[in-house]
């Protein structure tokens, strides 16, 4: 099947690169940003699941069972277990394995529920999303905002992972430089926790006062329900 420049096609180094809004022709290899990280991620394990199906040039990919597709394919099975495992990728390799729009809008609105892609995201969402943006006053990128604050959490958590998601919520980094400051603590608590490694063993209630390894500072204004601004 033809799939370059077919509209119907994208890449996952290319879709991964629409859905952080980054470059991918700006794009260091060796040192991705955490958000474009979690971007490649899901779409990987979202072939590897076979939630979506993948192709290498044209040609689908992991068609049978993981038995036969390391018989048959053990280029791609490497390539990817070492992406699941290490996180090390070839970007030659991404900027060839295609994925189907539809499959993707699909698998996003009914199994990763996240929204599309901007460059496949249906119109009648974005109509939506503005209707939703006018009536709750909530910014039009949210999707990209939320993607930006799992993606430092994540990566602070691997600094240290006894931050606390209601300090994490209310840190310059998340408020400033993820936007944060757009939105309630409480949305922005509710799209980092899943990523909390400690989210198991927590305790309720208010979280203590301590010195953690990294100096988090915290942002002096914080939204709140009752903001109207």
Not at 136 to 141: A, E, I, K, L, Q
Request: glycine content about 4%; some cysteine; overall charge neutral.
């Amino acid at each position: 099947m033809h799939v370059e420049n077919n509209p119907d096609f994208k890449t996952v180094w290319q879709l991964a690169h629409d859905w952080t809004g980054e470059e991918a022709d700006k794009t260091d290899p060796s040192a991705i940003s955490p958000a474009l990280r979690i971007a490649i991620d899901r779409l990987i394990r979202g072939i590897s699941s076979k939630e979506i199906s993948g192709r290498w040039k044209g040609y689908r990919i992991f068609l049978g069972n993981l038995f036969l597709s390391f018989i048959l394919e053990p280029i791609h099975c490497i390539k990817f277990y070492r992406w699941l495992i290490y996180h090390e990728f070839s970007t030659e390799y991404l900027d060839n394995l295609y994925v189907k729009r539809n499959e993707v809008i699909t698998w996003c609105e009914k199994v990763a529920l996240l929204d599309p892609p901007p460059c496949w995201r249906p119109k009648h969402l974005f109509d939506e999303q503005s209707a939703q943006e006018t009536k709750n006053f909530r910014p039009v990128d949210e999707a990209d905002d939320r993607i930006r604050c799992q993606a430092i959490a994540s990566a602070l958590w691997e600094l240290d992972p006894e931050i606390h998601p209601s300090h994490m919520a209310k840190s310059v980094i998340l408020q400033r430089i993820a936007n944060g400051a757009q939105y309630e603590l409480d949305t922005i608590i509710k799209w980092i926790t899943e990523f909390d490694p400690q989210k198991e063993s927590r305790k309720k209630g208010r979280p203590p006062n301590k010195q953690y390894k990294i100096n988090l500072k915290m942002a002096s204004r914080i939204k709140k329900l009752d903001d109207s601004a």
